[in-house]
């Protein structure tokens, strides 16, 4: 037979009852970190689903993927979130690599300059506008020439 408990604090949970508690929080961690990134790609894919860049691989719209997703991390962590994921990500050493680097470096200095969030896409916009191919200026956004292109939306 069991006893009430005498006072609030005697009533504790059962053995079963913590362990799904437990079980909920882990589970609440573990899927913590991947909320993040997953805000930042939905994002930045709502921003290149709705362009009209042509280039989906190696072109203006990979340009402006790389650099408003660039710019948000940025943004909202610091440019050495984009650093660490460009050397993760970039480092195959091909054009495209190169091209892609580039354009995360200037996506991250948007993102720090911005002054808000509001302020990220229309600045990243402007600048893959004021873009060229194969452009050599530190602060000019670049692409490949039309011929690299892989012309979809997605890769």
């Known amino acids: 037979m069991d006893i009430p ?3 609030w604090w005697d009533d504790r949970p059962s053995a079963k009852k913590m362990q799904r508690r437990l079980l909920k929080r882990a589970a609440v961690l573990a899927l913590t970190p991947c909320l993040y990134p997953a ?3 939905a994002f930045t894919w709502h921003h290149v689903l709705k362009s009209d860049f042509e280039g989906g691989r190696n072109g203006k719209l990979d340009a402006y993927r790389h650099s ?3 710019a948000t991390v940025s943004y909202t962590l610091g440019e050495w979130a984009v650093d660490l994921t460009t050397w993760i990500f970039e480092s195959g050493g091909k054009e495209s690599n190169l ?7 200037i996506g991250a200095r948007l993102g720090t300059k911005a002054g808000s969030f509001c302020d990220i896409e229309p600045a990243v916009r402007q600048a893959v506008q004021n873009g060229h191919i ?5 602060d000019q956004i670049t692409w490949l020439p039309a011929d ?7 890769w």
């Open 5 to 7: 408990p005498q006072f």
């Open 39 to 41: 805000g930042v790609i």
């Open 68 to 70: 408003l997703a660039s």
């Open 99 to 105: 091209m892609d680097t580039h354009n995360n470096r």
């Open 134 to 138: 194969s452009a050599t200026d530190s």
């Open 148 to 154: 690299k292109w892989r012309d979809s939306k997605f």
